[in-house]
């Protein structure tokens, strides 16, 4: 950075420069006018020796000056010295012809009024006083040579009005360099200022719909504003902040969490407005103590991101520095600039969700569409090709051929009644036409009879029974029997014949806990997050189990009904679990402000440790 003195003498170079040439000028009129006056009548001292000489050492000096390299004299340092030298030696040439001329009659007196404007504009005030005095002894010497001749009130008036002369010049030239300062000021700060604007506008033209390249970007920006360390945190909804990014910090900062009601941060995230702080403390409370110094000036601004502040803009500076004005403009700038490209990276990522979310439904549509008609097809190609047989070939038909085409008739039938009841059930459990009745109800029980129909259904699974005798929920019996049927039906189709399934009740504190396990070939972790979703099918139509995928999805809703869910916990390989939880009969209803499930209302904490509910399934 560039010290005073040097910024100082950046700014009067050219000012000095535009001096010499104006002397250089004014010596070569003065020389011209009087080398016009020896030729003029009435003068006759200006004929002499003497005044030619002068003559012509004045024209040989002005040369001399003209043709000195004083840019690269001034650069150094140099040329304010030989000004000085110039300004001496023009005094004492004047003097000379001021002897030459008469003395203390010599108009030639009036010259010195040319030298002293010339360095009373040009120096400083301690030079202009140097030369003036050097003046004044020249010109008392030169009267002292030739025998003085002047009154003392004439000498007076004469030195009097070349000091007035200085003085006047002083002030001009004092006022001329105050304006011209007061330019170069206005000059640097709108180069700032326009430094600054362009480092906004680049940040613009980088900022694209990825959040990293947006942050990046910004931050990057501040660091151009002059700041050394620029950090961004982005506030959570849960009252805590994170580093989204930090410049000019050590490694780790990055990504680390902290409070949001502390620090610059917190003071910000308070007023709603930027903050400017100065102090050791302003950024480091941020951060783990002892790993980052102070800092000497620290500025922070808010990041409104669709109408919330989403974040806060950090730049700081290690040394002790006043922050413009510009910075705080550009720096807010920027911080409206970001707000608005993390706004539209939220409604790209929204919309980009959106659209596979989208593409997601039109191919479970399809699905659903291509099951339905595979499911539909089977039972109603077999009930039509019994039926039809049966009519033409009744009479004809041995008695036990005929027993086994009704049975699969019957069988299709019911399958297709299955498949019908399942979407009509869903149907009316979205428009609420489905009410659940609940009372105590012998959960045991059903459970029993639950596992006989699916003994008689699936003769080629084994079924362990270990459920806990005198269990009685409050609920709904048709619900809990369709879902435990689900859930052992769904045990069946997805595993291949020789699988143990194990059907397990037993009683929870205020609750009672029913699970269904299987060891068959688990479930991928990429599925997962899919079960209980309506249509969802895994694997090949042609190749699968039959069914529309309604299964789990309407267990869901059923036991969503009943304040509980359903909950999957499964192992690639390892089999598959899923679970949910009654109220007992006889506990009290959950208060309004206790612990809530998924669809806000009560859950007990024994569902968590069976596995994650569907929709948050985990393997």
Wanted: proline residues 5%.
């Amino acid at each position: 950075m560039r010290g005073p003195k040097a910024s100082r003498r950046e700014l009067l170079v050219p000012y000095w420069l535009r001096a010499v040439r104006a002397g250089i000028v004014v010596t070569a009129l003065t020389v011209m006018t009087l080398l016009v006056l020896a030729v003029l009548p009435g003068h006759p001292e200006y004929r002499s020796a003497g005044y030619a000489a002068v003559l012509a050492v004045g024209a040989a000096g002005g040369v001399i000056v003209a043709r000195l390299p004083w840019r690269a004299l001034f650069q150094r340092g140099l040329g304010i010295l030989f000004l000085y030298a110039w300004s001496a030696a023009d005094i004492l040439l004047v003097s000379v012809a001021v002897v030459v001329t008469g003395g203390a009659r010599s108009q030639l007196f009036l010259v010195y009024t040319l030298t002293t404007v010339f360095f009373g504009a040009a120096y400083p005030r301690r030079a202009q006083a140097g030369l003036l005095a050097f003046t004044f002894a020249c010109y008392l010497t030169g009267l002292a040579v030739t025998g003085w001749g002047i009154g003392a009130a004439t000498l007076f008036l004469r030195l009097a009005v070349l000091a007035i002369l200085a003085l006047l010049a002083f002030f001009l030239a004092s006022e001329l360099m105050r304006e011209m300062g007061h330019v170069e000021q206005e000059r640097a700060r709108a180069e700032r200022w326009a430094s600054m604007l362009s480092a906004v506008a680049g940040s613009a033209r980088q900022m694209s719909l990825e959040r990293d390249a947006v942050v990046d970007a910004a931050c990057r920006a501040v660091q151009r504003l002059g700041f050394e360390v620029v950090t961004l945190h982005v506030l959570a909804r849960d009252g805590s902040a994170s580093v989204a990014k930090a410049i000019g910090l050590p490694d780790g900062f990055q990504g680390e969490p902290h409070p949001a009601s502390i620090g610059i941060v917190g003071r910000v995230a308070g007023a709603g407005a930027t903050v400017i702080e100065g102090g050791a403390a302003a950024l480091g409370e941020l951060f783990p103590a002892g790993t980052v110094e102070g800092f000497g000036a620290v500025l922070a601004t808010p990041v409104w991101i669709g109408g919330r502040l989403g974040a806060v803009l950090v730049g700081a500076t290690r040394e002790p520095a006043e922050v413009l004005a510009q910075q705080v403009q550009a720096t807010e700038l920027l911080a409206a600039q970001l707000g608005l490209a993390l706004a539209n990276v939220e409604r790209f990522d929204h919309e980009h969700e959106m659209v596979e979310r989208l593409a997601e439904l039109d191919r479970l549509k399809l699905d659903f569409l291509a099951s339905v008609s595979h499911e539909f097809r089977t039972p109603v190609t077999v009930i039509k090709g019994a039926g039809l047989t049966l009519e033409r070939s009744w009479e004809a038909m041995d008695p036990d051929v005929r027993a086994e085409m009704l049975a699969g008739l019957n069988a299709n039938a019911g399958s297709l009644e299955g498949l019908i009841v399942n979407l009509l059930d869903l149907s009316r459990l979205d428009a609420g036409a489905l009410v659940a009745g609940f009372e105590p109800m012998d959960l045991s029980a059903m459970l029993a009879l639950a596992a006989d129909r699916f003994e008689a259904r699936f003769p080629a699974r084994r079924l362990i029974r270990d459920v806990a005798p005198g269990l009685v929920a409050h609920a709904d019996p048709a619900f809990i029997d369709r879902v435990v049927e689900n859930l052992l039906s769904n045990a069946a189709k997805h595993t291949p014949p020789g699988t143990v399934a194990l059907l397990r009740a037993e009683r929870q504190q205020g609750s009672v806990l029913v699970a269904v396990r299987d060891d068959g070939p688990g479930i991928p972790p990429h599925e997962l997050e899919h079960l209980g979703e309506r249509f969802y099918r895994r694997g090949d139509i042609n190749t699968r189990p039959r069914g529309l995928g309604l299964g789990l999805a309407l267990a869901r809703e059923m036991l969503r009904v009943h304040d509980s869910d359903l909950v999957v916990a499964s192992v690639p390989g390892g089999g598959s679990t899923f679970s949910f939880e009654l109220r007992a009969a006889g506990v009290p209803e959950p208060q309004p402000d206790g612990p809530t499930g998924s669809n806000g209302d009560a859950a007990s904490g024994s569902q968590a440790s069976a596995g994650a509910p569907v929709g948050k399934t985990h393997a």
